[in-house]
Antibody, heavy 119, light 108 residues
């Protein structure tokens, strides 16, 4: 079955850029959308956006100026960049598979990456 | 954006009892685009229910979902010790997709 493995820097300074990647193993990128979600004590679970294998994205309307989601089909992986980080971006970040098409439930999740924004 | 309010905050029940978790939306959820997840400490959320009442692959039939419009319910018919977790509802019919604040289920 499909598994997601994510990696990236866990500590960055304020105003820095958060960068995470999620590898898709045991299945193809094609045919699905792939999402990023974060979880913090203050805001709970927060959907950040999603992308399909063709690079078509659905963005969070309030975060899209800071968030970029990209896909690399040759490596079967997708990535998240979040610019101008502040302490409010401190959270556990998850990648996930969108169950069926765009804007659907999330049926496979990565293990999560704790990201701390601190000077 | 659609705000999802879950209640109660914490539910403390004994094994074998029935758990009823509520999720109320600030406006009507498009079609049946409402899901439920279970999250245990240190783990990622796990999809239990999608489209209000469809169980995800491998989910026991003691978990069931119901509701429409703005009011939704997750029912665990007979609690098992391993059901101790936080449960979240999630609407995916309107962007931005949003999640509820969670209900913690404790097993006595």
């Amino acid at each position: 079955q499909v598994q997601l493995q994510q990696w990236g820097a866990g500590l960055l300074k304020p105003s820095g850029t958060l960068s995470l990647t999620c590898g898709v193993f045991g299945g193809p990128l094609s045919g699905y959308y792939w999402a990023w979600v974060r979880q913090s004590p203050g805001k709970g679970l927060e959907w950040l956006g999603e992308i399909n294998y063709r690079g078509s994205t659905n963005d969070h309307p309030f975060l899209k100026s800071r968030v970029t989601i990209s896909v690399d089909t040759s490596r079967n992986q997708f990535s998240l960049r979040l610019t101008s980080a502040t302490a409010a971006d401190t959270a556990v970040y998850y990648c996930a598979r969108v169950r069926a098409g765009a804007y659907d439930a999330l049926d496979v999740w990565g293990q999560g990456t704790m990201v701390i924004v601190s000077s | 954006e659609i705000v999802l309010t879950q209640s109660p905050g914490t539910l403390s029940l004994s094994p074998g009892e029935r758990a009823t978790l509520s999720c109320r939306a600030s406006q009507s959820v498009t079609k049946t685009y409402l899901a439920w997840y279970q999250q245990k400490p240190g783990q990622a959320p796990r999809l239990l229910i999608y489209e209000v009442s469809s169980r995800a692959t491998g989910i026991p039939d003691r978990f069931s979902g119901s509701g429409s419009g703005t009011d939704f319910t997750l029912t665990i018919s007979t609690l098992e010790p391993e059901d101790s977790a936080v449960y979240y509802c999630h609407q995916y019919g309107n962007s931005p997709l949003t999640f509820g604040g969670g209900t913690k289920v404790e097993i006595k």
